[in-house]
């Protein structure tokens, strides 16, 4: 048997199978729930580390499965596959202890965290999906599998949120799908590819190209949460704390944006992409999209949904960075994928832990809560830093790219609108970290567990400070080999130099 | 002393306080300031120039040894040893713990802006020390503090910004991005005239220079003592050593934007000066001021008459150390004075002279900032910035931190800077 | 091989599937006490016997075989015809009839399953020999059957209600039965042979031709089965695209009006029979798009298997939900649906291929569909399949919803036989499994098509 075959199935399966036994798990059975979970988790990663060693020692990861005559399923590890499938792997362990501290002791357990499995399988999936109809299917499949979690409080407002979210991505999945069958119809293939496969009909279907590259924006959009399609994402955040994390930094969003750079670079092609005048509209997009979620968070008192704007804002870094034509702007949107995802989550796990812990849901009641966890608030302050832009956190290497990039490729505006978001993510999050450590502390707090002479639960005080950790390294050490920013500069150079 | 074997002191020297900064760990240790300052003081007395480079390091920064540096150290272990010693009073009433953390973090920055090698390591380490001061400022939770640290930081990030796009346009025009190399590549750039603006803008901004001394008179007047006497060698004496690394200056001729500069620095002096002599006390605190106008007035020089630098190098790193440790040590007795007689650092009266109330009227945004208001320290004016963001939102619940107006002043004053040296420096 | 394997092929399987079950039907009226035993081993033997003709189609037919009943072959006897086509009904129809059957064993009364199990084979065998029928009369006489047979299970609870729709249905069959009667009679006096292979060759574009086309669609329609109307339309659709474009905008009209009404109801079974309508009205847009031969045929057909596969999960859901609740009125789902996990995961994998979802039978279905419309650029059918797909996530969300509400268990708990609700399951599971089998299945369906002749492009 192919071993090399096997492996991309293997890291789906790492997490569906615990997942499909999870939903069968009577809800006390915590200790095997968890053991299922972290195994999945442990497991995946591994073979994760596993095709990274040998897609670097010139291996080739790939499987198929007839689905249709002459379109396969197909799971590749590519390089930017290989970037996304260690985002959400690492993350997804994270995550997973937290979620395990974070719902102790709360109902619905079992569906929860199979759900949860599931959610995290579709990501890999579509971080593996080696054409565009292996996409579609993991994505819609992360659509199905996410809304559980977002309507999983089963309030009111948290099914409201769910309908939201609904409607916005079926909409988003509806064109989607069209997008896809056109472009088939046109081309007879759906298997992405470096530099594109619609350079033979570009001459031919000029308009429809455009059209339809206008459908995938606009499927794609909805959760990679472009500006107007952004309007479910700060609704969601009445989820539980584990599954923003998951919505914001792992995978509904991060799929969106993924999708944005398969569809640019694989499926049109930068140079087809730029030929047929809908690659600066859709810079212009990423770039009002990332003034307005943060002029938007600026105002909002509740904080998870200042962190919602914030994502609207930040991901849209990765299609500026897709949608500015050079090597350098690519390596900088890329690696935004991993960074912003590192950095957001850490923001939304100490969300999670101040609201778990003190019950502090807004700004408004952070006062002096620094000095009440220390370590929650130093992590977040590391993430909003690195929000920020401030060195030597990861998003400063981002920034960094995308800003060099734009000069080199004429775009100068850009650089002005990174410097504006600057300022204004500056404007949105120091008065958090002013008000958490400098401020004095109420004398109670609106709702404290006791967690005895501890800041709070260990499950949920690590997986902040892991990620707070890891963003810092991924900045520090930016120019290691296997750091992001190396992986991001294979991708480009695949995408930018290769005949 | 083999090379490696320096090269792994100078990394030390930043990393140690960096280690030390930690709570748990500084809170077991006898003397951590000072035990954060032995490597420094070894790597004072190597007779070795040295450096290491780590390339896997952001984007291959690394740290070293140069001539001009053996001034600079000085300056850096006296001030912060003398520093390390008035801490104990400087903590009285204020968590000891978190205090000296943010002690600790400024020491690693400013020793690592000291010593990067290059302009990344130079920005990265000048961030820390940038924010971690502004903890210090806040760490005895006094209200006038506040209003003075809020300003501090709009003009750190705003500053930043600037710095932030001349690196791009410096790493777009060379590839190496140590000082020399970056020099060298920006005197043959065609965007010469947009990064000597920005530089300039933001270095002026960090240091204090007229108009954007706002933040330094503020903190003159209202911070507590011990970052008061940090101010000088810290973010001002970084700010000014950063002018000279990052421009190539002798290699290019920018004469209006010296002009510019001059006329700044010769505003600063004067001013400075002339409310010196009126209010006749807080000699440290003025004279700081005027020796921050002079030397912008002379590197203004320098850039009109390129050929003027030569004779003016030798004199940099001298005439930093002597302005921090002078500053440091005239401003030490107010430690030792109660706070109302030690916010007595400059003449409280200052707030109403001519080129201040001037730039208050100048001020676009003359409505978002009431000028005596924000420097005697209460809250600024209802802002266009915070309209701004009513009206662009539904709900604008809850007050910023950081006053708007801050913000609206920081930012005109700081775009017109670019404007006017962007037009002028080509 | 064995020397038990030629014996097995030599077997005609056509004539065991259609016999069986009427055999099983009338021991089980004869012994009721048997009848659940009976009835799931007929059920259980059908699946094999499909596989089994399956096989036989594949080595010693490669394709399609014609089994003249009794030696007498067409024009004047009756022939029995399987090809990849009826293949795959027969196989959609034995899973459906297996999960039935043991959703049926939990599910009824002992008074009930007297009178269920013998109907329910009737209806097996009517249906199989359906699938089996090579004329146009055979068709005839077993649609009768099915929906006499149908008509019966549809009255079996005996109340009020039940009996008038049964009534009701009963009519509008008949009045079909007659219009289609009509149209083959036409037929039969133009071209003098009723055998479907045969008039697909010799059928043109005459009067006669269309009244019978019209008589006998409307007869169908009328009994809401489509299956037979395909042998029609290639052949007529160069001469007058206009009355299959008619059934066209049929089809849309039926997406929209019954996914609406699916949407505004307040019961759950109503929600899925309009879900039925709508679902229908998928394969109707395939009239329009059959220019393309037969790729179009092959969406259709596929949005039938799955259909079929999951809107019988679907009722089998809402009946374990009556079961468990007392109740089937939507706003009221919540307490329920909770305490049937296994239930609602039906009904949700079951809505997955509903809405046409990926990876599902319907997504399939849907894929070819929509390539078709759009080679064609026929946007107004590209737009309905969209917004049908809208449309029907919407209503199955709206039961779903329920599964997560913070309601509290008030409701006396009624056990729901565990058969109940992993047949469910597993027929929903078997609609998204379709969704991995697409290859082989549209492969069969090919096997033997051009006997058929749907697939002589017009």
């Not at chain 3, 009338?26 to 799931?40: D, K, Q, S, V, Y």
């Not at chain 3, 006396?412 to 036989?417: D, G």
Request: glycine letters at 8%; charged letters at 10%; a positive charge.
């Amino acid at each position: 048997m192919n071993w090399d075959a096997a492996i991309p199935l293997l890291v789906v399966a790492s997490s569906l199978l615990p997942g499909l036994v999870i939903f069968t798990l009577a809800e006390e059975r915590v200790y095997l729930r968890t053991f299922l979970n972290l195994a999945g988790a442990v497991i995946k990663l591994g073979l994760v580390v596993w095709m990274i060693w040998g897609v670097y020692h010139q291996h080739h990861y790939e499987i198929r499965l007839a689905l249709l005559p002459n379109l396969d399923l197909v799971l590749r590890a590519g390089p930017l596959a290989l970037l996304f499938v260690t985002l959400s792997s690492l993350l997804w362990l994270v995550t997973t202890v937290y979620a395990v501290g974070y719902l102790e002791g709360s109902p619905h357990r079992s569906r929860f965290f199979g759900f949860f499995s599931l959610c995290v399988t579709s990501t890999v999936g579509v971080a593996l999906a080696g054409n565009l109809i292996t996409f579609l299917l993991f994505y819609e499949l992360l659509t199905l599998s996410t809304y559980p979690l977002v309507v999983h409080r089963g309030t009111e407002e948290a099914r409201r949120a769910g309908r939201s979210y609904l409607v916005y991505t079926m909409f988003g999945g509806g064109l989607l799908l069209l997008a896809t069958v056109w472009l088939y119809t046109l081309t007879g293939t759906l298997e992405f590819t470096p530099q594109g496969f619609v350079q033979q009909v570009l001459a031919t279907h000029r308009p429809a190209l455009i059209v339809i590259f206008a459908l995938f924006i606009a499927g794609l959009g909805v959760k990679a949460a472009l500006v107007p399609l952004h309007g479910w994402l700060p609704k969601a955040m009445v989820a539980p704390a584990p599954v923003s994390a998951l919505l914001h930094a792992v995978a509904v969003v991060k799929a969106g944006a993924f999708g944005i750079v398969r569809i640019v670079y694989d499926v049109f092609g930068v140079e087809a992409a730029a030929h047929l005048g809908v690659i600066n509209p859709l810079a212009w997009l990423a770039a009002f999209t990332i003034l307005y979620g943060s002029v938007r968070a600026l105002s909002q008192n509740d904080l998870k949904r200042r962190l919602a704007f914030s994502t609207v804002s930040q991901v849209s870094y990765i299609t500026l960075g897709v949608a500015i034509i050079g090597p350098i702007a690519s390596i900088g949107g890329i690696v935004h994928l991993v960074h912003q995802g590192l950095m957001k989550i850490t923001l939304f796990f100490c969300a999670g832990n101040l609201a778990e812990t003190l019950g502090i849901h807004k700004i408004s009641e952070m006062h002096g809560v620094g000095r009440r966890m220390p370590w929650t608030m130093t992590a977040f302050t590391i993430g909003a830093f690195g929000m920020i832009g401030a060195p030597p956190v990861a998003g400063f290497v981002s920034k960094w790219y995308l800003g060099l990039g734009a000069l080199q490729a004429g775009q100068g505006w850009v650089v002005i609108v990174l410097a504006l978001s600057s300022l204004l993510n500056a404007m949105y999050f120091l008065p958090i970290l002013h008000a958490a450590w400098f401020r004095a502390p109420p004398d109670h707090w609106p709702a404290e567990h006791d967690f005895g002479h501890k800041e709070t639960a260990w499950a949920l005080l690590l997986p902040p400070v892991i990620t707070a950790v890891i963003a810092v390294a991924v900045g520090l050490l930016a120019s290691a080999p296997f750091s992001p920013l190396d992986w991001a500069r294979l991708i480009a150079q695949r995408e930018f130099y290769q005949p | 002393m083999t090379v490696t074997a320096a090269g792994m002191v100078l990394w030390l020297v930043v990393l140690w306080p960096l280690l030390l900064s930690i709570p748990a760990l500084h809170s077991r240790l006898p003397w951590p300031r000072q035990l954060a300052l032995l490597p420094v003081l070894v790597l004072f007395l190597l007779p070795t120039t040295t450096a290491l480079k780590l390339p896997w390091l952001l984007f291959g920064s690394g740290l070293a040894l140069s001539a001009d540096l053996p001034w600079l150290l000085a300056m850096f272990i006296v001030v912060w040893w003398v520093a390390a010693a008035q801490f104990k009073i400087f903590a009285q009433g204020a968590n000891s713990s978190r205090a000296t953390t943010f002690f600790l973090l400024t020491l690693a920055g400013n020793l690592g802006t000291l010593l990067a090698a290059d302009l990344v390591g130079f920005f990265v380490f000048a961030t820390l020390m940038g924010y971690s001061f502004y903890g210090l400022m806040l760490a005895k939770d006094e209200a006038a503090a506040k209003n003075t640290a809020r300003c501090y930081v709009v003009a750190l990030i705003v500053g930043d910004l600037a710095l932030f796009e001349a690196l791009l346009l410096a790493a777009g025009a060379s590839n190496n991005l140590q000082y020399a190399a970056v020099q060298q590549a920006m005197a043959d750039s065609s965007t010469l005239p947009l990064y000597l603006a920005m530089v300039l803008a933001g270095f002026i901004v960090k240091a204090g220079l007229w108009p954007a001394h706002i933040w330094l008179t503020a903190a003159l007047r209202t911070v507590s003592p011990l970052p008061r006497i940090l101010l000088a060698a810290v973010p001002v004496a970084m700010a000014m050593l950063g002018t000279v690394r990052w421009l190539p200056v002798e290699m290019v001729t920018a004469a209006t934007a010296g002009y510019v500069l001059q006329v700044l620095g010769a505003l600063m002096l004067v001013s400075a000066s002339v409310k010196w002599l009126r209010a006749r006390v807080g000699a440290a605190g003025w004279s700081m001021l005027c020796l921050i106008g002079l030397f912008f007035f002379l590197f203004g020089h320098t850039l009109v008459q390129p050929s003027a630098w030569r004779s003016y190098a030798p004199f940099v790193s001298p005439y930093l150390a002597i302005m921090g440790i002078a500053s440091c040590l005239l401003l030490l007795p107010s430690l030792r004075r109660n706070r109302a007689q030690a916010g007595d650092t400059l003449s409280a009266q200052t707030g109403h002279c001519l080129p201040e109330r001037l730039l208050a009227w100048l001020s676009v945004l003359r409505r978002a900032t009431v000028w005596s208001k924000l420097t005697v320290g209460t809250q600024a004016n209802v802002t266009m910035l915070k309209n701004l963001g009513r009206a662009l939102t539904a709900s604008g619940g809850h007050k910023p931190v950081i006053p708007g107006g801050v913000w609206a002043f920081a930012v005109t004053v700081f775009v017109l800077l670019i404007l006017l040296f962007a037009a002028l420096a080509g | 091989m064995s020397a038990m394997l030629p014996a097995l092929q030599t077997i005609p399987w056509a004539i065991v599937l259609i016999l069986l079950p009427l055999v099983a039907g009338m021991l089980c009226f004869l012994w009721p006490r048997l009848a659940p035993t009976l009835g799931m081993a007929t059920a259980s033997i059908n699946v094999l016997a499909v596989a089994a003709l399956a096989w036989q189609l594949h080595f010693r037919f490669h394709g399609s075989y014609r089994h003249a009943v009794g030696g007498w072959g067409a024009p004047l006897g009756i022939d029995l015809y399987a090809d990849g086509l009826s293949l795959l009904l027969l196989l959609a129809t034995a899973l459906v009839g297996l999960g039935v059957s043991l959703y049926a064993v939990g599910y009824f009364r002992p008074e009930q399953a007297r009178r269920f199990w013998p109907i329910w084979l009737l209806l097996l065998g009517a249906l199989h020999a359906l699938f089996f029928a090579a004329d146009i009369f055979n068709l005839y006489v077993t649609l009768e059957l099915v929906g006499l047979a149908a008509v019966a299970l549809a009255s079996l609870n005996g109340d009020g209600p039940a009996v008038s729709g049964a009534m009701r249905y009963l009519l509008a069959t008949l009045l079909g039965s007659l219009s289609y009667l009509l149209g083959v009679a036409l037929l039969y006096h133009a071209y003098g042979t009723v055998d479907i292979a045969l008039l697909a060759a010799r059928v043109d574009s005459t009067p006669v031709t269309w009244a019978a086309l019209g008589l006998m669609v409307t007869g169908l329609l009328l009994k809401t089965a489509l299956f037979p109307l395909h042998f029609w339309l290639p052949p007529a659709h160069a001469s007058a695209p206009a009355p299959v474009d008619l059934l066209g905008l049929l089809g849309m009209a039926a997406i929209l009006w019954g996914s609406v009404q699916a949407l505004r109801q307040p019961r759950l079974k109503l929600l899925i029979a309009y879900s039925t309508v709508a679902q229908l009205g998928y394969l109707f847009l395939a009239f329009p798009l059959a220019r393309t031969g037969i790729s179009v045929w092959r969406a259709a057909l596929y949005l039938l298997l799955s259909h079929a596969l999951a809107k019988a999960a679907m009722f089998m859901t809402a009946g374990n939900l009556l079961r468990f609740g007392h109740h089937d009125r939507i706003a009221d789902l919540d307490r329920v649906v909770q305490r049937l996990p296994i239930t609602a995961g039906a009904f949700a994998l079951a809505g997955v291929s509903i809405m046409g979802l990926p990876p599902s039978g319907g997504f399939i279905g849907k894929w070819l569909l929509l390539e078709a419309a759009l080679s064609q650029g026929r946007w107004d059918i590209v737009g309905i399949i969209l917004v049908g797909g809208l449309l029907a996530a919407a209503y199955v969300f709206k039961v779903m919803g329920h599964a997560f509400t913070q309601a509290g268990v008030t409701h006396e708990a009624h056990r729901v036989p565990r058969t109940m609700e992993w047949t469910a399951l597993s027929l929903a599971f078997a609609a998204i499994l379709l969704g991995f089998v697409a290859v082989p299945l549209l492969h069969l369906i090919n096997t033997g098509a051009v006997a058929v002749g749907f697939e002589v492009s017009g």
